[in-house]
């Protein structure tokens, strides 16, 4: 008996500090990083999530460290030195996966570790609302009749929706040029500026551009309309069975403990289920998507493998290119 009091003790000896570990975070702020620019997809969701972590995060904020360049590597790198205390994270989007297969990068997908998925929002080509091009057919017929010259806007080299847009020409048999900027912010300002012709962009970029009545979408990349854009077609709907787009979540440093990943979630998972985040995310046009960690995790490594897939197959890129 006096050695299971002893054991019992000893055991809670070691749980304890864990407990009190979790209780406790975070005692300091934890930083963000978004590898994008400022005013881009990724970075107004994580400002609509920064506006009420203090609420469940002990009082503590959430601060947003933008450091865009070279389609998000400046950023990882600059998450790749930070230690695993949950105190540095990275908004994990699709643009980071793709990178990993676009380019020659020293990153792989097991330097992150998964803890919650936020919003998946289908992607969608934004044009001016003066353009000639008034459907996706408009758009397309164009790029038949002249190869590689509409320009086509994106948020980085070997992001997301570059990737999309290049997976969108070859689905339907053309050529576009293909524009990168350090962010959709920056990319939808070129298109306002008639830089570029059009850009494929995800919510919430340009969202209020065409509610204000500058840009007009030529359609959505999902499968229904979306609530923000009402009377925007799908490519569906013009017969194109085209479906992809941007997941954003966030991530820590591989090696992080489970306890303070445990605790991330949580905090994340109650920011997503405020009503001031809520209706932030609405007038963002953003599709909740919620992933628990170990679920975000194997769609992860899904998504990774169906990047890797569909670049190694089409040749696509720095790495796989010809």
């Given at each position: 008996?006096?050695?299971?009091?002893?054991?019992?003790?000893?055991?809670?000896?070691?749980?304890?500090?864990?407990?009190?570990?979790?209780?406790?975070?975070?005692?300091?702020?934890?930083?963000?990083?978004?590898?994008?620019?400022?005013?881009?997809?990724?970075?107004?969701?994580?400002?609509?999530?920064?506006?009420?972590?203090?609420?469940?995060?002990?009082?503590?904020?959430?601060?947003?460290?933008?450091?865009?360049?070279?389609?998000?590597?400046?950023?990882?790198?600059?998450?790749?030195?930070?230690?695993?205390?949950?105190?540095?994270?990275?908004?994990?989007?699709?643009?980071?996966?793709?990178?990993?297969?676009?380019?020659?990068?020293?990153?792989?997908?097991?330097?992150?570790?998964?803890?919650?998925?936020?919003?998946?929002?289908?992607?969608?080509?934004?044009?001016?609302?003066?353009?000639?091009?008034?459907?996706?057919?408009?758009?397309?017929?164009?790029?038949?009749?002249?190869?590689?010259?509409?320009t086509m806007g994106?948020?980085?080299?070997?992001?997301?929706?570059?990737?999309?847009?290049?997976?969108?020409?070859?689905?339907?048999?053309?050529?576009?040029?293909?524009?990168?900027?350090?962010?959709?912010?920056?990319?939808?300002?070129?298109?306002?500026?008639?830089?570029?012709?059009?850009?494929?962009?995800?919510?919430?970029?340009?969202?209020?551009?065409?509610?204000?009545?500058?840009?007009?979408?030529?359609?959505?990349?999902?499968?229904?309309?979306?609530?923000?854009?009402?009377?925007?077609?799908t490519a569906l709907?013009?017969?194109?069975?085209?479906?992809?787009?941007?997941?954003?979540?966030?991530?820590?440093?591989?090696?992080?403990?489970?306890?303070t990943v445990k605790?991330?979630?949580?905090?994340?998972?109650?920011?997503?289920?405020?009503?001031?985040?809520?209706?932030?995310?609405?007038?963002?046009?953003?599709?909740?998507?919620?992933?628990?960690?170990?679920?975000?995790?194997?769609?992860?490594?899904?998504?990774?493998?169906?990047?890797?897939?569909?670049?190694?197959?089409?040749?696509?890129?720095?790495?796989?290119?010809?």
């Amino acid at each position: 008996m006096k050695n299971k009091v002893i054991a019992t003790a000893l055991l809670l000896t070691l749980i304890f500090p864990f407990m009190a570990l979790a209780a406790d975070f975070p005692t300091k702020p934890v930083q963000i990083i978004v590898p994008w620019s400022a005013g881009g997809a990724t970075d107004l969701i994580f400002r609509a999530i920064a506006s009420v972590f203090p609420k469940y995060a002990n009082g503590q904020p959430l601060v947003i460290n933008n450091i865009p360049g070279a389609g998000a590597v400046t950023g990882v790198t600059e998450f790749l030195k930070a230690k695993p205390d949950g105190y540095t994270l990275i908004s994990l989007a699709t643009p980071i996966i793709t990178k990993i297969h676009w380019s020659e990068v020293k990153f792989t997908v097991d330097d992150f570790l998964p803890i919650i998925n936020i919003v998946n929002d289908p992607s969608y080509i934004l044009v001016r609302s003066n353009s000639p091009y008034k459907t996706l057919n408009d758009l397309i017929e164009a790029a038949r009749k002249n190869p590689e010259t509409i320009t086509m806007g994106n948020g980085g080299a070997g992001g997301g929706n570059h990737l999309v847009a290049v997976a969108f020409e070859e689905f339907v048999g053309v050529k576009f040029v293909h524009v990168p900027y350090n962010g959709g912010g920056p990319a939808i300002t070129a298109l306002l500026g008639g830089v570029v012709d059009s850009v494929m962009a995800a919510a919430p970029e340009g969202v209020s551009n065409v509610q204000n009545g500058d840009l007009r979408v030529l359609a959505v990349m999902g499968p229904s309309r979306l609530s923000i854009f009402p009377d925007a077609p799908t490519a569906l709907e013009y017969g194109y069975d085209f479906r992809l787009g941007m997941w954003r979540g966030v991530a820590a440093p591989k090696g992080t403990p489970l306890e303070t990943v445990k605790a991330l979630h949580d905090i994340f998972y109650k920011c997503m289920n405020d009503p001031e985040f809520l209706a932030k995310a609405k007038e963002l046009g953003s599709v909740l998507s919620y992933m628990d960690s170990a679920s975000f995790q194997s769609f992860v490594r899904q998504q990774n493998q169906f990047w890797e897939n569909l670049m190694k197959s089409k040749k696509l890129g720095e790495k796989y290119g010809q």
